[in-house]
Every structure is written in C-alpha cells, then in structure tokens.
C-alpha cells in the first residue's frame, strides 16, 4: 500500500478501498493502485458485508467495489452509504456493461463505473475523478448511455448551465470552475443551484448523473 507521505507536493494521498471477492483480481487492483498513483489503499475487501463495514469505519475518499458481491452486492452498497450520509465516493467495476446496471448504480448514488476489461490505467484517473466530487464513466459505456431518454429537462438548461455541468462532472470545484470559465465562484454556485432544480436533482452528483443518462456531457 502506498505511503500517504510520499506523495508529491507533500498532499495528502487520497485514500481508497478496494472490494472484490476474486483474491486475485483483489489483489492486482490493489496492488496497481498502490504503486506510484498517489493514493493509498487504506482497505482491501472479500464480500459486501465486509465492504459495507470498512467504509463507514474508514471513510475513505472512494471505494472501488465489485458489482457482483457476495452478501450485498455493489448497487446495494451505493445504496446504503447514501442513505446513510456517507461521503466516499463509490466506483463500480464489472465485467458487465448493461445499460440498465449502469444507470441503476448511478440511481443508486455511485459516482463512477468502470469496465474490468478496460485497462487498469484508467483507475487511477477514475478515482481522482470521483474523489475531486466528478462522476467517471468508461468511455466504453458511451454507446449505451446515449440510448437515454429523450432530453426533455436538459433542453431548459443553458449553455453556461451546460459547461459548468461539463465541468464538474470532470471532478472540477466550483473556484476550479470559475477560473475556468472566467465567472465568478459565487456565480457558478447559481449556476449549479439550478441545474438542480431544473433536473429535480437533490445533489451536485444527482444532476450529473441525470445528464450522463441523457447523454449530455459523455
């Protein structure tokens, strides 16, 4: 496991669990994750229960789970951790893509989803994403997210309503994406407030989610 102290600049590393029930492949993400990424893996997992547990014990920054867990599987765990106030930001990996597991684990809360068959350099991106608050979605999912709903909400929304979306889904701050867009930090949290009400999303992540189903920002 990595060592938070050596990451460079002297941040913090950010901190993640991973949650599989194959050791091995248990083992090779772990390991990967661990080796020069800057994020140090606080906890390793072999089924649900187990996960579920060392999250709200650990609070790491996100976990990466296995869809298809023993005892409670990852949509579950979303779930829970949602409900339950719980800040780590959840990414689901299977070898499986199916539309309808995509959209029901961003339903479900979680912030990313990836492919097992993708490469592995991809994970490290995809957690720095989500732990920066964005949402990650492989790119091999696009063809599937597009068969969305029709964009009946997002047809409201502006065009600085829709960068800044854009923005934040990339794990972009609201001062990251002022400087980006030469507008005030103030101005994008009213731009955020009602991309929200506009796509009757609770939270930041919501709405993101709600624009990935319908294709607006893949």
């Avoid at 990466?64 to 409900?83: C, F, H, S, T």
């Amino acid at each position: 496991m990595a060592d938070a102290s050596a990451s460079r600049n002297d941040q913090p590393a950010l901190t993640c669990l991973v949650a599989d029930d194959h050791p091995a492949i248990l083992d090779a993400i772990s390991r990967f994750l661990g080796s020069g990424t800057e994020i140090d893996v606080v906890g390793l997992a072999a089924d649900g229960a187990e996960a579920f547990a060392k999250i709200e014990a650990l609070r790491p920054d996100v976990a990466l789970i296995d869809v298809a867990m023993p005892q409670l599987n990852g949509v579950e765990i979303a779930r829970r951790l949602l409900e339950d106030g719980v800040e780590t930001g959840v990414i689901l990996y299977s070898g499986h893509g199916e539309r309808a597991l995509v959209l029901e684990a961003l339903d479900a809360g979680a912030r990313g989803f990836v492919l097992k068959g993708g490469p592995l350099s991809d994970l490290p991106r995809a957690v720095r994403i989500v732990a920066g608050g964005g949402t990650f979605v492989d790119a091999e999912l696009a063809g599937i997210l597009t068969r969305a709903e029709p964009p009946t909400q997002l047809r409201n929304l502006t065009q600085r309503e829709r960068e800044v979306l854009r923005l934040l889904a990339h794990g972009m701050r609201n001062d990251e994406v002022a400087q980006r867009l030469s507008i005030s930090p103030l101005t994008v949290g009213t731009h955020v407030k009602h991309v929200m009400e506009k796509l009757q999303a609770d939270t930041r992540t919501e709405a993101v989610a709600k624009a990935l189903r319908q294709s607006l920002i893949l």
